[in-house]
T-cell receptor, first 118, second 113 residues
Framework: DVKVTQSSRYLVKRTGEKVFLECVQD?????MFWYRQDPGLGLRLIYFSYDVKMKEKGDIPEGYSVSREKKERFSLILESASTNQTSMYLC?????????????????FGDGTRLSIL | DQQVKQNSPSLSVQEGRISILNCDYTNSMFDYFLWYKKYPAEGPTFLISISSIKDKNEDGRFTVFLNKSAKHLSLHIVPSQPGDSAVYFCAASAFSGTYKYIFGTGTRLKVLA
């Protein structure tokens, strides 16, 4: 079974702090993703990475950055936390298929980090 | 611009009856669709998927139907069980060389015993 582990289940930080959220997967997946989940808005993609040191912006990258130095680890960084970044953050990983299977590989999610910015 | 829409935020169904969850999309380039289930305090788990070359995919009690002309998909759960109570997200993807999905806003299903 694929295991995606997020380092913290709950986190409380103050505005202006630099916040690191860590995610590790154990199945040698090429692709990793960071989402945030907010009521009424579903899951929105912040950043994703399809290889080590590679990253691409998702739909809401403002105020965030990411780091992928090793294949199994994908970090989300809030450069200067603000109250509107209070949310549930979800990390996911997936395999890269070939050809049309490139987009047919399900993403496997961690259990989430509930982040509160005070 | 919400490309994937789940217009029903919640749904209640009696145990043993059919649950039908709906999802609409606007991008005709989407060619792969998935359903995820999410329990509180857990991450979403993959449930079932369908490619645009099919109009139906079945896995046990779960069936997904795709109507490309209407840009609509639905998830049928028969029979519904209390353990099915969760939030269900549909997601869509286009074959464009990237690996990302667009998720809907979710439907909270409550199965009443």
């Amino acid at each position: 079974d694929v295991k995606v582990t997020q380092s913290s289940r709950y986190l409380v930080k103050r505005t202006g702090e630099k916040v690191f959220l860590e995610c590790v997967q154990d199945m040698d997946h090429e692709n990793m993703f960071w989402y945030r989940q907010d009521p009424g808005l579903g899951l929105r993609l912040i950043y994703f990475s399809y290889d080590v040191k590679m990253k691409e912006k998702g739909d809401i990258p403002e105020g965030y950055s990411v780091s992928r130095e090793k294949k199994e680890r994908f970090s989300l960084i809030l450069e200067s936390a603000s109250t509107n970044q209070t949310s549930m953050y979800l990390c996911a990983s997936s395999l890269t298929g070939t050809g049309r299977l490139q987009v047919s590989q399900p993403q496997h999610f961690g259990d989430g980090t509930r982040l509160s910015i005070l | 611009d919400q490309q994937v829409k789940q217009n029903s935020p919640s749904l209640s169904v009696q145990e043993g009856r059919i649950s039908i969850l709906n999802c609409d999309y606007t991008n005709s380039m989407f060619d792969y669709f998935l359903w995820y289930k999410k329990y509180p305090a857990e991450g979403p788990t993959f449930l079932i998927s369908i490619s645009s070359i099919k109009d139906k995919n079945e896995d046990g009690r779960f069936t997904v139907f795709l109507n490309k002309s209407a840009k609509h998909l639905s998830l049928h759960i028969v029979p519904s069980q209390p353990g099915d109570s969760a939030v269900y997200f549909c997601a869509a993807s286009a074959f464009s060389g990237t690996y990302k999905y667009i998720f809907g806003t979710g439907t909270r299903l409550k199965v009443l015993a």
